[in-house]
């Protein structure tokens, strides 16, 4: 009777708190739930209902590893067609995502929860194909609260698909009532560069997420709502960027960083940005910026191409900033990851050609391009713009010719023509012309391009003097287009050269004179005003030239000449000297200066005396001068109405040499000076 009595008790404690457990959870009280519920397995510990209770109050109270740890503890109780969801999700929310699959497709009956988190693992794996195919039969197959969430779920999808894998999207017939929705609208715009269509699509969703946010809560302030748009003013940032308004841009990026947002992805995303727009300048605001890509949980928000495009970022920063050993490691560290991909080659050659190493950079990018015949085109077209930047034009040209699938593109050959032209190699540059015109003659006859081509190879040869190489081309022209008038000319023109007879049977196709007249109002374009003034002045000249031929019609007036200015000391009695226009050396009385004696010899002498020129060097006769002046000649000689001061560090032109004068004076007389 004890234990019966013992069994009773226990079972009513069980159901009291059973009952506790009902009014927590209906409440959302569920850390005080799971204090029931572990009083509950402490009665009976292999409770499956009570375990899967527990199982759930972690969840909610968040703790997904102790939950996990729970379920993966009692696998003989809580089997995987009882806990299947629950633990898909605990693997889910620890960024466990490949087991979350696998725990989902394990499971024997795939109940409407385990598709929903289906589909959201799906999209974190970026099998967007799968996941779009699992939206749409969840929406087709369910009719509950939550088919407005799958709905933006199934855009979200489709947005992903425009941005990351280029797909057109298709038209899913999705009203776009919630803000949510204009987003990701938007988002899958700008992935088919529609930017303003997208643009506007953003400005759409900002004002219903106003208008929801309002409706929803009266308490809401205006922070909480510019937190709310801040990813969607990210976005327009992003358009702005893409659109070249770049000052409005970073604007709008350090508003949105300056809100502080929880959102780790969003504000990598937005230091990611900025880095881009900084480039190589403002480096040390990139410094700053690159911190807030490195948050932690940032690899779980966002994709694996952001993520990709921002360790790209991070190693040409470090290329900007003379860390080239920071640079070889990430780059190196890239193309690891990603042996396929050209960013992480290409930053390792543009590191090496910093260093002045370019047959090194040169030597990289042709072993890559060996490995990876897929990528060698953009490779090569590196590697010719090295060369060329090394003088090597022709090695570029070498380089250039050895892409095959580009040989016959009009940029191509323009590149080629022009090189080798530079470098007068005039036989190449006709070879590569002809090269490309046969490849079109195979595949694209008579194409616009063909044409084209045929063209401007004419008109080459012609301007190197190659008419008879041209006569094909012309021929081929006129062939197309036998009205063409302009070529008919040009080949009348080469054939005059290499075969007169064949010029003139062409010439017998020139349409007549008569024909090529232009119907022109003479009177009307006498009567106009350019017309008139450039026939007076026609008129006026030939006037002129038939009173100089023939010395006929009226007289112009000659214009007075002007006395020329005589010298101040002209004196009229006396004869001007005839030798005055010849150099002084020149002359028949020049004697040439005495050498050795010096006019005013200042310093020699006892200390005192004073020489003839003494009352010239006295400077408190002149009112006007400064207190120090300098020599005449000098180039620091300036007027005495002058206030300029020079500049201290700048030595007059004379300076150093009288200095050294005045040094040796001292020397020779002593202590006194003048």
Known sequence: MAAAGGGGAAAAAAAALWSEVNRCGQNGDFARALKSVNKILQISKDDVTALQCKVVCLIQNGSFKEALSVINTHTKVLTSDIIAFEKAYCEYRLNRIENALKTIQSASQQTDKLKELYGQVLYRLERYDDCLAAYRDLIRNSQDEYEEERKTNLSAVVAAQSTWERVVPEDLGLREATYELCYNTACALIGQGKLNEAMKKLQKAE??????????????????????????HGQMAYIMQLQGRTEDALQLYNQIIKLKPTDVGLLAVIANNIITINKDQNVFDSKKKVKLTNAEGVEHKLSKKQLQAIEFNKALLAMYTNQADQCRKLSASLQSQSPEHLLPVLIQAAQLCREKQH?????????????????????????????IAQGSVTKACIILRSIEELQHKPGMVSALVTMYSHEEDIDSAIEVFTQAIQWYQQFQPESPVHLSLIREAANFKLKHGRKKEAISDLEELWKQNPKDVHTLAQLISA????????????????????TMSLKVDVDALENSHGATYVRKKAGKLAGDSQQKEQGQ??????????????????????????????????????????????????GKGTQGSTTAGSSELDASRTASSPPTSPRPGSAAAVSATSNVIPPRHQKPAGAPATKKKQQQKKKKGGKGGW
């Open 495 to 514: 054939y005059s050269l290499v075969d007169p007879e064949k010029a003139k049977v062409l010439s017998k196709h020139l349409p007549s004179s008569d």
């Open 207 to 232: 004002e219903l997420c106003r208008q929801s946010l309002s409706e929803d809560s009266r308490d809401v302030t205006e922070e909480d709502i510019e937190a709310e748009l801040a990813i969607i």
């Open 359 to 387: 047959a090194k950079a040169i030597g990289l990018l042709q072993d890559f391009a060996d490995q990876h015949p897929a990528s060698a085109a953009e490779i090569k077209l590196t590697m010719a713009q090295l060369k």
């Open 553 to 602: 019609g009226d007289v112009k007036k000659k214009k007075k000449k002007k006395k020329g200015k005589l010298p101040k000391n002209y004196d009229p009695k006396v004869t001007p000297d005839p030798e005055r226009w010849l150099p002084m050396r020149e002359r028949s009385y020049y004697r040439g200066r005495k050498k050795g004696k010096k006019k005013d010899q200042v």
